[in-house]
């Protein structure tokens, strides 16, 4: 696995540490399960999800192991009796049945027109 970027984008190690921060208060402060109502169970896998989709960004090698995450967390929400997020298939309670991987959005040239050829860039320009 390739190195891993050393700064963050404007903004994104702060909100990460904020995360985790939240992420431990949470913890500690629900170590029974009659603290959990379903409506906090289903705010914290769908913070959860969203969350590995956000790191799916963080590395190409990243994808995969998200996308198991986020099957999991499908099958938790089967498990617990929570409804399926939105645009995800219900899992039911079948372990080993799989979410699907979301199809990719197909990006298409626009408004370049029939004669477009591409940027040129003058051979003496290096690399930033």
Do not use: K
């Amino acid at each position: 696995m390739d190195q891993l970027q050393r700064a963050a984008a404007p903004g994104v190690a702060e909100r990460a540490e904020t995360l985790a921060d939240a992420a431990c208060e949470l913890h500690d402060s629900v170590l029974a399960p009659s603290a959990w109502s379903a409506a906090a169970i289903e705010d914290g896998i769908e913070s959860m999800e969203i969350t590995a989709l956000a790191l799916m960004h963080a590395h190409p090698d990243a994808t995969d192991v998200m996308l198991a995450i986020r099957s999991n967390l499908a099958r938790a929400r089967a498990a617990l009796g929570l409804p399926p997020r939105d645009g995800e298939p219900d899992v039911g309670g079948d372990e080993h049945q799989a979410v699907s991987q979301p199809t990719p959005i197909r990006s298409r040239r626009r408004a370049l027109g029939p004669g477009y050829q591409g940027v040129r860039i003058p051979q003496d320009r290096r690399a930033t």
